[in-house]
């Protein structure tokens, strides 16, 4: 049976200081596809370690289903772990591998002979028992490393990197099959990822770090379209942030100048006020047209030169210079009719003021 | 594979002439010469008729005191390589897997720093522990434990305890290797499958670290074999082993050929074990050439 985890201010101090986790904390609900998602160093590999408990924390506690598990040690946890470069063991077969779990839980050799090749059948793994864990590849090796962590049906599934060494077409059916497997089996399954991609495909939910902190925890969409700090903003996809202080012209009633003439309209939903701030707008939410000669609707439109054109196939980046020398990342979705703007092409760039997101610094 | 790889004449293979004149000069001469002398009657150079004999080895054979130094001398290699085995093994474990740096490199120093001390130097602080005024005995009849001195020199006992510690820094040097190359994920996979920290290492760790245990209890038991200081000091001719009886029959019996006989008995001994070892290596740890 699946469990939830309550990760209550958790903190990680290695000897000489150094902070890898600061005061976490984070519900992960029962049944819930949980990734822990930010750059390396961030303190999300050493937060999955000590809810596997191969590190204690120095403070806080961790809880699965209500009890404590903070001091319980690794072996009496129920949890299952695939580790970034599969950790199988060399010295014995596939079966092996995937039995040794069921072993460790007494169980009679009938049913664990039944389970493994039941496990081998969801992995799609038959017929391979008694090769050796060297002569699979990446993938085969994933597939052994999710089988021998979901036969012992733990309360929790963790994951740390499990697809990283996987080349992107590998990556990406496994990503839907460790999705509909996560499902079917209704396991709550705790995904360490530095791909922001995969982290928005995947999850139910995301928690974003940074230097040993939670950013922000939120389902894929809000974490995209409802950034609330600048790192978050800056770390998932590509974004434009504009920092100023807050203004009042004589058309827009709440603005921010962001300088060299640039004023930017802010969303209706912020009141007026002062000081600095910084906000996000995502290239998508920019339309791009020729360049017209009228003047620019005040708060939400201006003029530039393109510098550089990306054609990603989907969709077009573009790099404009702004007039106000602000540079601004485009993306228009290639209709296939229209031609490509090319660099030094003058444009005008319009938006709309609710797109723009207000960040925390 | 082979046809793509046949032998083309390579500028570099010649820097590996010295080592192999050398080898062929220092190590196969000498061995050849020694094999030719333990079937010869006498010595060639000085002596004007000599023919071929298999005397000495029918000697050997036919004698059971020489059988019994021979077995002697098997069975000090085979305690002192178990005994190194059981200190060195929980010492290379630590070893392999202590985290501080400041810590690893005080373990390293405490397993070299006796290795800088000569081997008669530290047999004669071993004298004069274990000799029958010696500090062990004394401590143990002040304390009132014993009333005769304990036999502790002059003794197997007494030259294990000596070879072992000489040959403990090899054992523990070795696996250190071996074990430091074992992903300690690995254990942690195994624990988070539920295995016990002691299961965990019976399952994993130890069989994994096979080679390594192979390759350092056949260094040391070559080396213990062969030690020659040691048996004499802490055995004062009590206790004959092959080395002490070659050096015998070189310097007080002038009998060549029967030392090169002994030394040829030796010798076989030790490829013996290399077989067996590269045979048990190739069993333990065949799947693991794919990789």
């Known amino acids: ?361 | 594979m082979s046809s793509t790889t046949t032998t083309r004449p390579n500028g570099l293979a010649l820097f590996i002439l010295p080592s192999a004149l050398m080898f062929a000069l220092f190590f196969f001469l000498p061995i050849g010469l020694m094999a030719l002398m333990s079937v010869l009657t006498g010595n060639p150079v000085v002596m004007p008729k000599v023919a071929f004999t298999t005397r000495h080895y029918a000697r050997m054979v036919g004698d059971p005191y020489y059988l019994e130094v021979i077995w002697t001398t098997i069975r000090i290699g085979l305690v002192t390589t178990l005994v190194a085995l059981a200190i060195g093994y929980p010492l290379a474990h630590w070893m392999a897997r202590i985290k501080s740096r400041a810590g690893h490199a005080l373990l390293l120093m405490a397993v070299l720093a006796p290795m800088l001390t000569g081997i008669v130097v530290r047999t004669f602080a071993w004298m004069t522990l274990l000799s029958d005024k010696g500090v062990v005995n004394q401590t143990l009849m002040s304390l009132g434990l014993i009333s005769q001195p304990l036999k502790l020199m002059y003794t197997e006992t007494g030259i294990v305890v000596g070879l072992v510690h000489i040959y403990v820094p090899f054992m523990v040097l070795t696996l250190t290797g071996v074990i430091g190359r074992i992903d300690e994920r690995l254990e942690q996979a195994a624990e988070n499958l539920g295995a016990s920290p002691l299961r965990a290492f019976l399952e994993v760790t130890l069989p994994l670290s096979l080679p390594g245990i192979l390759a350092g209890s056949l260094l040391v038991f070559a080396l213990a074999i062969s030690a020659y200081v040691t048996p004499i000091l802490l055995g004062g001719f009590q206790i004959m082993t092959l080395p002490i009886l070659i050096y015998q029959q070189i310097s007080a019996n002038f009998n060549v050929g029967f030392a090169a006989a002994l030394g040829i008995v030796l010798l076989v001994i030790s490829l013996m074990l290399v077989i067996a070892y590269n045979r048990a290596l190739g069993l333990v740890s065949g799947q693991r050439e794919l990789q």
């Open chain 1, 1 to 361: 049976m699946s469990a939830s985890i309550e990760i209550a201010g958790v903190s990680k101090v290695y000897d000489g200081g150094v902070r890898a986790v600061d005061a976490v904390a984070m519900d992960i609900r029962q049944g819930e596809f949980f990734s822990l998602l930010g750059p390396s160093g961030c303190g999300k590999t050493t937060t999955l370690r000590m809810i596997a408990g191969f590190e204690t924390p120095s403070s806080g506690a961790i809880r699965v289903d209500g009890a404590d598990i903070t001091h319980v040690p690794a072996h009496k946890r129920d949890m299952g772990m695939v580790f970034q470069n599969y950790a199988l063991f060399p010295h014995r077969t596939v079966a092996e591998n995937v039995a040794f779990g069921l072993r460790m839980r007494g169980l009679d050799k009938a049913t664990i002979t039944a389970k493994v090749k039941a496990a081998l059948a969801m992995v799609e793994l038959s017929g391979l028992e008694d090769r050796r864990p060297a002569q699979l590849s990446g993938g085969q090796q994933q597939r052994v490393a999710l089988a021998r962590a979901i036969v012992i049906a733990p309360r929790v599934l963790l994951c740390d990197e499990p697809l990283g060494a996987l080349d992107k077409k590998l990556r990406q059916q496994m990503q839907f099959e460790l999705k509909q497997l996560q499902k079917k089996l209704g396991l709550t399954l705790v995904f360490v990822t530095h791909d922001q991609e995969e982290a928005l495909a995947m999850s139910d939910r995301i928690a974003v770090m940074n230097g040993g902190r939670v950013e922000q925890v939120g389902t894929p969409t809000e974490i995209y379209n409802q950034p609330t700090t600048r790192f978050v903003a800056d770390f998932i996809g590509d974004t434009n942030i504009f920092r100023g202080e807050r203004t009042t012209t004589s058309t827009v009633a709440s603005a921010l100048d962001v300088g060299k003439g640039l004023i930017l309209a802010l969303p209706p939903t912020e009141g007026q006020g002062t000081g600095v701030l910084s906000v996000a707008l995502r290239p998508e939410k920019i339309r791009l047209i020729t360049r017209t000669d009228a003047a620019t609707a005040a708060g939400s439109s201006a003029h530039g030169i393109v510098e550089n054109t990306n054609f990603l196939g989907g969709a077009v980046l573009y790099r404009v210079t702004l007039e106000s020398a602000h540079r601004v990342l485009v993306q228009q979705p290639n209709a296939g009719t229209s031609r490509l703007f090319v660099p030094g092409d003058g444009v005008t760039l319009e938006w709309t003021p609710a797109d723009l997101v207000v960040l925390k610094d």
